[in-house]
């Protein structure tokens, strides 16, 4: 027995992910239909790493009569003339924009948080999504609010141009670009400059001086947690291109240490503790990019368990993907024209290496082709990496000059090129 599921904004970064989520999850599904504008109508997208794909229909004329739910994410305009047509039409529909959040008569849900507040959804047969930065938060606020009643919060957070869309990391790679050519600053999706900065700004500013993004992690969190709770929020966008981050600090009502504290998050769902106190004793965003996140053993010793494990889409045919460092050899050369890279494994064809595999989900074709670039030599192994734009981001010293062209490779992130480089090599 299956479901027949609409995602409505198939083709956009959220929509592709989610289509990929529910081939990962391998949800009961009967039938699946991709729903977009009329822009995208004919176009083919992937579910998945599965190697099949469904056809976009335009969500103008789409009939929602007999479909089980839809899952949205297209924005808060087009939801407002689209949602409530496949709600009358008995579709529940689970909404990924803000439009719905505040309603009383619409659910906002976290799984691990509230489920049973989900019962709600009947009044209008939608149930909203929260903001990503109040999702995030409230997993991990829950089981201390359950154990010691939290009184008061304030939160920082650190987030990435992902939660701006596509824009937004075209405009970081590309102003990552024209610092290092020497190029004019293109300054269009934020505010202001986002390579090698942090802006203070997410979303429009409100009469009181916060910003929306602020505000929507106060009201988000009373709703979904409980209403008595204290919430100050500073919302910041940093360069970094997947994963928020968010540093908490929260006053208890009650006693709690902080090896009870350990224990209970170590516990609950959805949380995965790393809290090594060392050099590397902790989780940055590079290591929570990916499709598949496999923690290690809960035990009650287990203080620091393992790192997540991150897998790549499927890549074209003849590029591994296997991560293990140990099974990595590559040599990089860079010149004025261009960057090349053999990279291979030893008894894997190809090899992408982590963090530029791990990369932007914004495109979620293969990700040999996406980060790396284009395939040259179809059983050499070799691959290009943005030609003339990526010789620019490494020292001429780097490795011997080996002078190539190539097209321009989507989001190589320069943060990562130093990966790269040869065993002992500079950087």
């Known amino acids: 027995m299956g479901y027949r599921i609409v995602v409505a904004g198939a083709t956009g970064n959220v929509g592709r992910e989610v289509l990929a989520i529910l081939a990962e ?54 939801t407002a003339i689209h949602a409530p047509k496949a709600a009358a039409a008995g579709c529940v529909v689970i909404d990924n924009s803000s439009l719905y959040r505040m309603d009383p008569d619409v659910p906002l849900i976290v799984p691990e948080v509230n489920p049973e507040a989900i019962d709600g959804y009947t009044a209008r047969n939608i149930i909203a999504n929260p903001n990503c930065s109040t999702a995030q938060m409230v997993v991990a606020l829950k089981p201390l609010h359950d ?62 001086g916060s910003t929306k993004e602020e505000w929507k992690m106060v009201v988000e969190t009373k709703k979904i947690l409980d ?50 106190r060392e050099d590397g004793g902790y989780t940055t965003p590079v290591e929570c990019v990916g499709d598949l996140r496999q923690p290690g053993p809960r035990g009650p010793d287990d ?56 990369g932007p989900r914004a495109r979620p074709r293969s990700a040999c082709r996406e980060i790396v670039g284009r395939e040259e030599a179809a059983g050499g192994g070799k691959h290009m990496l943005a030609g003339a734009q990526l ?18 490779a989507p989001y190589p992130p320069p943060t990562l090129l130093a990966r790269l480089a040869p065993e002992g090599g500079a950087g």
């Not at 010789?391 to 321009?408: K, M, Q």
Request: glycine share 8%; hydrophobic share 35%.
């Open 227 to 276: 209403p008595k709770i204290k919430v100050t929020a500073t919302c910041v966008r940093v360069p970094v291109f997947v994963g928020h981050s968010e540093a908490i600090n929260i006053e208890l009502a009650d006693e709690l240490s902080a090896e009870e504290a350990q224990r209970i998050l170590r516990e609950a769902p959805g949380v995965v503790l790393h809290d090594k």
């Open 303 to 358: 203080r620091e368990r393992a790192q997540p494990l991150v897998r790549q889409r499927q890549p074209p045919q003849g590029c591994g993907t296997e991560r293990g460092a140990d099974r990595r050899t590559s040599r990089s050369s860079a010149s004025q024209e261009g960057l090349s890279l053999n990279l291979r494994c030893p008894d894997e064809g190809s090899f992408v290496p982590p963090g530029l595999g791990a």
């Open 147 to 208: 154990a010691a009643t939290i009184k008061r919060v304030v939160v920082s957070t650190y987030q990435s141009v992902s939660g701006a869309g596509k824009a937004g990391m075209d405009e970081l790679w590309n102003q990552t670009r024209q610092i290092f050519v020497g190029d004019e600053k293109d300054v269009q999706k934020f505010t202001k400059q986002i390579a090698f900065n942090v802006i203070p700004h997410i979303d429009k500013f409100l009469d009181d």
């Open 25 to 78: 999850r391998e949800f009961p599904i009967a039938e699946l239909a991709a729903v977009a504008s009329s822009r995208s109508q004919g176009e083919a997208v992937e579910i998945g790493d599965t190697g099949r794909t469904v056809k976009c229909q335009n969500i103008e004329n789409f009939d929602w009569a007999g479909w089980d739910m839809a899952i949205f994410a297209i924005g808060s305009d087009a």
């Open 391 to 408: 010789c620019s981001l490494l020292p001429p010293s780097r490795g011997d000059c080996e002078v190539t062209a190539a097209a321009n």
